[in-house]
Each structure stands twice: as structure tokens, then as C-alpha cells.
Antibody, heavy 117, light 113 residues
């Protein structure tokens, strides 16, 4: 069974940092590109970042470029999102999602990040 | 960036009746390889999104055949032949032809009348 489990969210002050993790199981992690997608409270879905299966290519939405860093450890079946210089408008549920032809054939349960003083 | 525009944004439907959601893109979603990367997602209340359709009309495994996708170029449609109670939620289209960024529609909320 394919599973994606996010962790690392929580409350952080503006300007602070958090690192999200996404641990996967049930498939060969190293064969798939992966994504982070977020959803602000009561809002729609917004793509955040993509990492190729071998970590060779990293892509970001303009809203997070220079502040967020996506990475992965294929030996640990884990993807990360390092979030620095957090702002109030980064408040959202963050989902990790697998890419199969396109993003999102499987999703995690989501993890809430709240940026507030 | 490609802008995805959905309509309607609110969709009250009677159980057993059909439903249809339109999604229009600001540019053609035909890729240079000939494929069209238009996807549909369902997000039930309190749940993670679930991909229903990829590449315009291909249903994911386990998706009921009352869901169908169609369209080409810039105009796409998700149809539900007979709405059931479990179909309540928000539906999003998303393009993955011209990235970055991948872009979603605003979401269309289906409710039972």
C-alpha cells in the first residue's frame, strides 16, 4: 500500500524556520519525482516545489523561491522541505504528493504550518 | 503562468442527477510531445486531494466510471453522470503541460441540493 506521511509542522514566528518531512512507503521512492503542494486556510491548492527522482533538478514557485529548499534522501525514503524566512502568507496545510505522469497520483494527509506572532 | 479558470464555482446538484464542471486554460495545454496534461482532483471535506483523471480523460484506478473527463486545447470538462452523496467536495483542475509552475483552477464546490 502506498503511503506518504508528513511531519514537522507547527507554529512558528514570522521570519522563523521549519523543516517538513515526508516519509513514503509502498513504492520504490527513488523512481518517482515528488512535489510539495500547499493549501491556505479555506483556499485552493497551490503548487510549491518539485524534485526529480534522483534529486538532480529542483523547481520552485516564485512565491517561495530563495526561501524554501526541497531535498530528498532516497536511502531513507524521505523528502524534505526546508522553509526559511517564513511569512504569514505561508500559513497552510502542506501536502507531499507523488508524480506519476503528472503530480498527485498519491498524497499525504497534510501537515499544518502556522506562521504567527 | 498558465491561468486555469473553472466554472461554476458552486454546484448544487440533486442526488442521481448529472453534474458538469468546466475548466479553461489561458493557453493550449497540448505539449510538444502531443500529450495534453490536464488533471482533475477531488477533495472531500477534511480529506487530502485525490486525483480522479489524468491526461484529460484517463480515470485513476478505483475511480467510479460515473466520472469522465473530456476536452482539448484550452477547454475541458469533468462530468459526473449521476451524483452520489460521496461526491460532495471541491473539484480542481490542474495543468502540468507548461511548468513551472503547475497551476490549479480555483476549485468548484459540489453540494447536494
Amino acid at each position: 500500500e502506498v503511503q506518504l506521511v508528513e511531519s514537522g509542522g507547527g507554529l512558528v514566528q514570522p521570519g522563523g524556520s521549519l523543516r517538513l518531512s515526508c516519509v513514503v512507503s509502498g513504492f520504490t521512492f527513488s523512481s518517482y519525482h515528488m512535489h510539495w503542494v500547499r493549501q491556505a486556510p479555506g483556499q485552493g491548492l497551490a503548487w510549491v516545489s518539485r524534485i526529480e527522482n534522483d534529486g538532480s533538478s529542483l523547481t520552485y514557485a516564485d512565491s517561495v523561491k530563495g526561501r524554501f529548499t526541497i531535498s530528498r534522501d532516497n536511502a531513507k525514503n524521505t523528502m524534505y522541505l526546508q522553509m526559511n524566512s517564513l511569512r504569514a502568507d505561508d500559513t497552510a496545510v502542506y501536502y507531499c504528493a507523488r508524480d506519476n505522469i503528472s503530480p498527485g497520483d498519491f498524497w499525504g494527509q497534510g501537515i499544518l504550518v502556522t506562521v504567527s506572532s | 503562468d498558465i491561468v486555469m479558470t473553472q466554472s461554476p464555482l458552486s454546484l448544487p446538484v440533486t442526488l442521481g442527477q448529472p453534474a458538469s464542471i468546466s475548466c479553461r486554460s489561458s493557453q493550449s495545454l497540448v505539449h510538444s510531445n502531443g500529450n495534453t496534461y490536464l488533471n482533475w482532483f477531488q477533495q472531500r471535506p477534511g480529506q487530502s486531494p485525490r486525483r480522479l483523471i489524468y491526461n484529460v480523460f484517463n480515470r485513476e484506478s478505483g475511480v467510479p466510471d460515473r466520472f469522465s473527463g473530456s476536452g482539448s486545447g484550452t477547454d475541458f470538462t469533468l462530468k459526473i453522470s449521476r451524483v452520489e452523496a460521496e461526491d460532495v467536495g471541491v473539484y480542481y483542475c490542474m495543468q502540468s503541460t507548461h511548468w513551472p509552475p503547475y497551476t490549479f483552477g480555483q476549485g468548484s464546490k459540489l453540494e447536494i441540493k
